[in-house]
């Protein structure tokens, strides 16, 4: 019994099985923890505490800190000394920061990436739109708000122009987040593949002035129309 037990061993150390990341868990509940704030799951200013969520996750409270932490870095969540962590609750003047700041950078990186612009890239956009246009994918806002954030992250990657990209990289949890808000407002969102199709165009175009005015007003069009129902 002893030597087949050895022999059982033996065969379990031959499978040189990888240990399983801490990091990894805790990304899997990063993910559903940002699903469920993006989306409005979890509310604004909702209290999250470690034990209530390692609870429900089945996970321990360190996988829970670790993406918390994360979420934090990225502007989801607020940390509190003493009190804990909360989700985001941006204010309007919030937005129109978040909105400015994605113009201005997104204007910049546009005109950089007309210069840029190679058969890769443009089928790389063009894949985006192709995701967009699918029926499933156009009902479903938080897919569509992570396809919008997707095609504007992928311009800035473009650009090559590496601070830019950091900046708009740390918003960019922030400006999904919006962009699923702003959708609730557009009754012609479902038309999200055709305005990024249009954008697309203008790159392909080489027009760098045109494409850089075409960005601003549309980023800050969703701005307006967000401000516009939140006032009322």
């Known amino acids: 019994m002893k030597e087949h037990n050895t022999q059982y061993n033996q065969v379990l150390d031959d499978l040189k099985l990888e240990p399983v990341r801490q990091s990894i868990l805790s990304d899997h509940v990063y993910a559903q923890l940002s699903e469920a704030i993006i989306s409005g799951k979890l509310k604004p200013g909702q209290h999250l ?6 609870s429900q996750l089945q996970v321990s409270r360190i996988a829970i800190r670790e993406a918390i932490h994360s979420l934090a870095m990225e502007g989801l969540v607020r940390v509190y000394p003493r009190r804990g962590a909360y989700v985001i609750n941006l204010t309007t003047d919030d937005i129109l920061e978040i909105y400015q700041l994605r113009a201005a950078i997104e204007k910049m990186a546009v005109e950089l990436a007309v210069k840029n612009l190679t058969p890769e890239w443009i089928s790389a956009l063009e894949n985006i739109i192709e995701e967009m246009k699918q029926p499933a994918n156009i009902q479903d806002r938080l ?3 992570r396809l919008d954030t997707q095609f504007h992250q992928t311009i800035m990657t473009i650009s090559g122009h590496t601070r830019g990209i950091k900046i708009w990289t740390q918003m960019s949890r922030q400006i999904q987040m919006v962009l699923y808000t702003v959708s609730n ?3 012609d969102y479902p038309h999200i593949a055709s305005w990024h199709q249009q954008t697309l165009n203008i790159l392909i175009e080489g027009d760098a002035r045109k494409a850089s005015e075409n960005i601003h007003s549309h980023v800050m069009e969703g701005a307006y129309r967000l401000l516009e129902f939140l006032d009322k």
Do not use: G, H
Not at 49 to 54: D, G
């Open 49 to 54: 505490t470690e034990q209530s969520l390692a």
């Open 185 to 187: 407002y557009y009754r």
């Open 143 to 145: 897919i569509s708000s």
